[in-house]
């Protein structure tokens, strides 16, 4: 046994982490919203639904509601039709979540390009015709952007690269797309969904399809990796935008209190919440 011990190599700098019950809920939960699973306005599963179905405790789901609302993910409405309501996060708070992350973006971007162009070259050969009507059915339905609110537009978007991921037949690659997708919420919330990021978007889908259809591997995964590169251009465009928005508005503002100025009133600070997911938000 002591041979072995001594043989085994350890991790530099990890350490083992044991999440409360209430983190994996709130964990779980941002996971589902930032996956469009549930959209802006629709409301969570009831407690004792989630407790059900997550098999937790009523404690842990509501300490992990309560990170949530925090954190400005849900609205808690009380009363008998009450529960815990998707938020929509505006462009101030989508940029705010994003403050200090241009780096880890970049890398996001950078793994992303690795992955999902091989994943739709495999897609273009292993792709059943039930899954290509699929995605045919939910290109049709984006190609109406003009009636698709914000949230189903995104939902569809997450639908159709879960789609061309499960196609790919690997199980590792359909992981990775999906952790992706969650980690890069945050930077697609900054974007404003104007005419021509919204017809980007479909038209790179319908490229993407129209070689999937063809089992062309090498067009599928020159038409992903073009589709993230529009992407990732507007997602940096709007942070540099955003900062340097935020940069003028600091210094057009008063530094320093001259003789008569009024202070501002003090406030009492809402206590952090005790849970935290790990996933970054």
């Known amino acids: 046994m002591r041979e072995l011990a001594a043989d085994r190599t ?20 941002l996971q589902a919203i930032r996956l469009h699973e549930y959209l802006p306005d629709e409301r969570l599963p009831s407690e004792a639904e989630l407790c059900e179905q997550l098999g937790v405790n009523r ?19 009380r009363g008998r039709y009450g529960g815990a309501l998707v938020l929509d996060p505006g462009l101030d708070l989508a940029a705010d979540r994003l403050r200090g992350r241009a ?13 999902e162009p091989l994943v739709a070259s495999l897609a273009a050969v292993r792709i059943e ?33 879960k789609a061309i ?38 038209e790179c889908h319908g490229r993407l399809i129209a070689c999937l259809r063809a089992g062309d591997g090498a067009g599928a995964e020159a038409a992903m990796r073009a589709h993230i590169g529009v992407t990732a251009h507007a997602v940096e465009a709007a942070l ?12 057009r503002s008063p530094r320093t209190a001259g003789k008569g100025a009024r202070r501002p009133a003090k406030t009492t600070a809402r206590p952090k919440a005790k849970a935290g997911p790990q996933t970054t938000t």
Request: one cysteine or more.
């Open 129 to 161: 015709p039930v899954e290509l009507a699929m995605l045919d059915r939910l290109h049709e339905e984006e190609r109406h952007w003009p009636s698709v609110p914000r949230g189903r537009f995104r939902a569809i978007d997450v639908a159709i690269h």
């Open 59 to 77: 404690m842990a789901v509501r300490e992990g509601l309560r990170w949530l609302e925090d954190h400005k993910y849900v609205r808690m409405q």
């Open 240 to 251: 540099e935008s955003r900062t340097a928005t935020g940069e003028n508005q600091v210094a």
């Open 165 to 202: 991921a499960a196609a790919c037949r690997n199980q590792y690659l359909i992981d990775a797309v999906r952790d992706i997708r969650v980690w890069l919420a945050p930077g697609l919330d900054l974007l404003d969904p104007s005419v021509d990021r919204r017809n980007d978007s479909v």
């Open 10 to 29: 350890v991790v530099g700098g990890a350490q083992p982490t044991r999440q409360r019950l209430g983190e994996q809920v709130a964990s779980l939960l």
């Open 103 to 115: 780096e880890d973006l970049r890398q996001l971007f950078e793994f992303r390009a690795a992955v």
